[in-house]
Nanobody
């Protein structure tokens, strides 16, 4: 069973940037889509971005133009570059396949606040 570990979160001011990383314990080569999800307090977990093996990407409208997802199948990693962060981006961020097939990792907290 592949395990996922997210990292790179933190406290950042509005307008700032963060880069999240997800390390998989096994190969993600055969996984069609890998995605980043987030869950804000009191809200359901939502998909914010996904990328397929060929590099095609999809984004939630709320992050389009600000976030960039990428994957490295050789290193079994998925990254999320987040720019122009807003307070409403505050959430715990997780990676998983899309649709989800792996157990959820611990996530990484992103807090956008002045």
């Amino acid at each position: 069973q592949v395990q996922l570990v997210e990292s790179g979160g933190g406290l950042v001011q509005p307008g700032g940037s963060l880069r999240l990383s997800c390390a998989a314990s096994g190969s993600i080569f055969s996984i069609s889509y890998m995605g980043w999800y987030r869950q804000a307090p009191g809200k359901q977990r939502e998909l914010v971005a996904r990328v397929n093996g060929g590099g095609s990407t999809n984004y939630a409208d709320s992050v389009k133009g600000r976030f960039t997802i990428s994957r490295d199948n050789a290193k079994n990693t998925v990254s999320l570059q987040m720019n122009r962060l807003k307070p409403e981006d505050t959430a715990v961020y997780y990676c998983n396949s899309n649709p989800t097939t792996f157990s959820w990792g611990p996530g990484t907290q992103v807090t956008v606040s002045s």
